[in-house]
């Protein structure tokens, strides 16, 4: 109407250049969500530290996350001497799932497993 005609089809390529990112965008969401991506690594390092700083915990083995919702999922393998009683490797290994979930409100579950070492 204005008499470039040119314009119409311009605006439909911007248009459909803003479908195709948002396409992407739920795409690359759905995805992540499918393959149990893992938090990021931020993350990770702070949940390695007050796994190694968890009293009666020698090493931290393993630690593997993954993400499911808003939610995160926390597997650890733990260090602890191996000569301690059943009891106390399990207060242990309580201690690391609380102070994990305590400092990360948005983990749902953590597992920890203990290695005599």
């Known amino acids: 109407m204005a008499g470039f005609p040119i314009l119409d089809p311009l605006a439909a390529v911007v248009i459909c250049l803003f479908i195709l990112k948002v396409a992407y965008s739920i795409f690359r969401n759905a995805a992540d969500k499918l ?3 893992a938090c990021d690594e931020e993350t990770k390092t702070e949940m390695k530290k007050i796994i190694k700083e968890t009293e009666g915990v020698i090493s ?3 630690i ?4 499911f919702g808003a939610k995160i ?6 260090s602890a001497e191996k000569d301690l009683h059943l009891t106390e490797a ?10 994990i979930k305590k400092k990360f409100p948005l983990v749902k579950d ?8």
């Open 35 to 37: 393959v149990d991506k």
């Open 60 to 62: 931290l083995d393993d």
């Open 64 to 67: 593997k996350t993954r993400l």
């Open 73 to 78: 999922y926390v597997d650890v393998e733990i």
């Open 90 to 99: 399990h207060t242990i290994a309580q201690n690391v799932h609380d102070n």
């Open 110 to 117: 953590c597992m920890v497993h203990v290695n005599p070492k």
